[in-house]
């Protein structure tokens, strides 16, 4: 069964990514940090043949597509089941202080996602669902080609989760989602060959982010 060619890449940095806050749907542009790597994103792709570049409607993830589809002569469509995931009230929030203030629930979030449930948010069932449909749509749609997907690190980890099958308690089962990075595979549906997973390898050294990177 033929399969579809997926790069997934994270947005660059932004100034809520500078200062380790939790951002989820809050629209937020680009720092000059994350436009530089977004720069160099789209240059280490400027030579794939994307059929379709799909983003996420938030301004950092839309940006970020646009400095890769400068290079491309194919459709942008803006999608919104790959939003970042609803954070509701922590949306803002320093994420040292939410593990430190949080309790139970930020116990749950990063130990026992499938424990998760956030009543301002979103729960992680309820984003892989999200992330699930777009999935099942691309390889419906797409099979052959090869696809662009530009959108967010809790997103790439629904992602990485739903095509290699695995249950929402083992979301955290992949290396850290850097900015700008990108993941590759091929998947027909049922299962996933992985190229890399999380690349920056195109990222110079002064433009890496400088904070420590969290498991999120």
């Known amino acids: 069964m033929q399969s579809v ?6 947005h660059g940095q932004t100034p809520l990514n500078a ?10 542009e680009l720092s000059e940090l994350g436009r530089k790597q977004a720069f ?21 993830a839309y940006d970020t597509a646009k400095a890769t589809l400068k290079y491309h002569d194919c459709p942008i469509v803006i999608d919104d089941r790959i939003k970042e995931m609803n954070f509701g009230e922590w949306e803002g929030n320093p994420i040292e202080k939410i593990k430190s203030e949080g309790g139970e629930l930020a116990y749950y979030f990063w130990n026992e996602p499938q424990n998760f449930h956030i009543t ?3 729960t992680f069932y309820q984003l892989i669902e999200r992330i699930g449909d777009f999935i099942d749509m691309l390889v419906s749609k ?17 992602i990485l989760t739903y095509v290699q099958n ?6 955290y089962n992949n290396p850290p989602i850097r ?3 990108i993941t590759i595979f091929d998947y027909d549906g049922k299962n996933a060959e992985f190229d890399v997973i ?3 390898s195109h990222i110079t050294k002064e433009n890496i982010d400088n904070i420590e990177i969290d498991k999120y």
Do not use: W
């Open 120 to 122: 301002t948010g979103e």
């Open 5 to 10: 060619r997926i790069f997934v890449a994270r």
């Open 19 to 28: 200062v380790n806050c939790m951002q989820g749907q809050i629209d937020i």
């Open 142 to 158: 797409h099979r052959g080609e090869k696809i662009l997907v530009v959108c967010h690190g809790m997103v790439v980890r629904g």
């Open 198 to 200: 999380s690349d920056d």
């Open 166 to 171: 695995r249950d929402v308690s083992e979301m």
């Open 40 to 60: 160099e994103l789209g240059e280490r792709l400027k030579d794939e043949n994307f059929s379709y570049i799909y983003t996420s409607p938030l301004i950092r």
């Open 179 to 181: 900015n700008a990075s």
